[in-house]
T-cell receptor, first 112, second 111 residues
Framework: DQQVKQNSPSLSVQEGRISILNCDYT??????FLWYKKYPAEGPTFLIS?????DKNEDGRFTVFLNKSAKHLSLHIVPSQPGDSAVYFC???????????FGQGTRLTINP | DVKVTQSSRYLVKRTGEKVFLECVQD?????MFWYRQDPGLGLRLIYF???????EKGDIPEGYSVSREKKERFSLILESASTNQTSMYLC??????????FGPGTRLTVL
């Protein structure tokens, strides 16, 4: 039972354009969502998070949008840079839970 | 800065060998986790620990065991390694809930 889904295994975007990565979830109890970025042969690093009381959170070039009614979140990267090429994982949790539930990941490639 | 370190970056073992993967964190976090990452499958939780000597099975515990004798150290043990355990193993730690900090990973190959 995949509670967090990233339906696009890969995404290719031109440098300077917007990258949009999507994530869907099924458990309405989730109230905290995170995005991690992972380079090959390295551990994931935290990128940005959002709690369910908000519908948007911004940090520099990265913005996460949460649509609770659709159980959908997205990560926007503007403008995209070559260093953004990595695998992106979304993850979800709920209050009181120690565990995160991860999606399958989306490989983002930024083309020069 | 939180630091999570893993004992090896790359490891090659033979089928049937006992394998120990060690993880150490320096931020006094209560929770520690072991995941494996395989292409197309994301991060799958093997075991986690919320306190010394406490452990809970994750989604794929079969073929693995863990040990947490000290708060900063969490070990993953493959009792008898098999080829289908070839993977990237990631350790993480966190405070009570939410944000987890990951180590660099161990790429294990079982021949």
């Amino acid at each position: 039972d995949q509670q967090v889904k990233q339906n696009s295994p890969s995404l290719s975007v031109q440098e300077g354009r917007i990258s949009i990565l999507n994530c869907d979830y099924t458990n309405s109890m989730f109230d905290y969502f995170l995005w991690y970025k992972k380079y090959p042969a390295e551990g994931p690093t935290f990128l940005i998070s959002i709690s369910s009381i908000k519908d948007k959170n911004e940090d520099g070039r990265f913005t996460v949008f949460l649509n609770k009614s659709a159980k959908h979140l997205s990560l926007h990267i503007v403008p995209s840079q070559p260093g953004d090429s990595a695998v992106y994982f979304c993850a979800a949790s709920f209050q009181g839970a120690q565990k995160l539930v991860f999606g399958q990941g989306t490989r983002l490639t930024i083309n020069p | 800065d939180v630091k999570v370190t893993q004992s090896s970056r790359y490891l090659v073992k033979r089928t049937g060998e006992k394998v120990f993967l060690e993880c150490v964190q320096d931020m006094d976090h209560e929770n520690m986790f072991w995941y494996r990452q395989d292409p197309g499958l994301g991060l799958r939780l093997i075991y986690f620990s919320y306190d010394v000597k406490m452990k809970e099975k994750g989604d794929i515990p079969e073929g693995y065991s863990v040990s947490r004798e000290k708060k900063e150290r969490f070990s993953l043990i493959l009792e008898s390694a098999s080829t289908n355990q070839t993977s990237m193993y990631l350790c993480a730690s966190s405070l009570s809930t939410g944000l987890q900090f990951f180590g660099p990973g161990t790429r294990l190959t079982v021949l």
